[in-house]
């Protein structure tokens, strides 16, 4: 009986151990990977998705692509009109990896501004734009 407890405890704490390490990646490209991540865990939350299989053209997949990117950034903002329980998986995922709520507040600016392509400076955008927001809130 004891054996089977210590292995519960040294498993628990085995696992809470690694939770902790994976969450806390803060750095540019772990602030992307959070947001990469949230977005294919908690899924899109409108029917936009469903349109990106029914259409051919490389250029219309993309753009719903991006469609999808940005509302994903307004839900984890929790702006004004995004879905309450897509906002509230998204907001979950990213507090659990790290994201402060100024880093959140940060994305749909982010997402909006790092074009061609999204992802090619995200993190770097998040970290730097959130110590403006922090500074705004206060």
């Given at each position: 009986m004891k054996r089977i407890a210590v292995a519960l405890i040294a498993t628990s704490m085995?696992?809470?151990?690694?939770?902790?390490g994976f969450a806390k990646d803060l750095g540019a490209a772990g602030l992307e990977e959070a947001f990469i991540d949230a977005v294919g865990t908690c899924g899109p939350s409108s029917n936009v998705?469903?349109?990106?299989?029914?259409?051919?053209?490389?250029?219309?997949?993309?753009?719903l692509r991006d469609a999808l990117i940005t509302e994903a950034a307004d839900d984890a903002a929790a702006v004004a009109g995004s879905n309450k329980a897509h906002s509230d998986c998204i907001r979950k995922d990213l507090t659990a990896r790290g994201y402060t709520d100024n880093d959140m507040a940060a994305l749909?600016?982010?997402?909006?501004?790092?074009w061609?392509?999204?992802?090619?400076?995200?993190g770097t955008c998040v970290k730097s734009h959130s110590r403006l927001e922090g500074a705004l809130k206060k």
């Open positions: 085995l696992m809470t151990a690694v939770g902790v998705a469903g349109s990106i299989g029914k259409s051919d053209d490389a250029q219309v997949k993309i753009g749909p600016y982010c997402v909006k501004h790092d061609p392509d999204p992802f090619t400076s995200l």
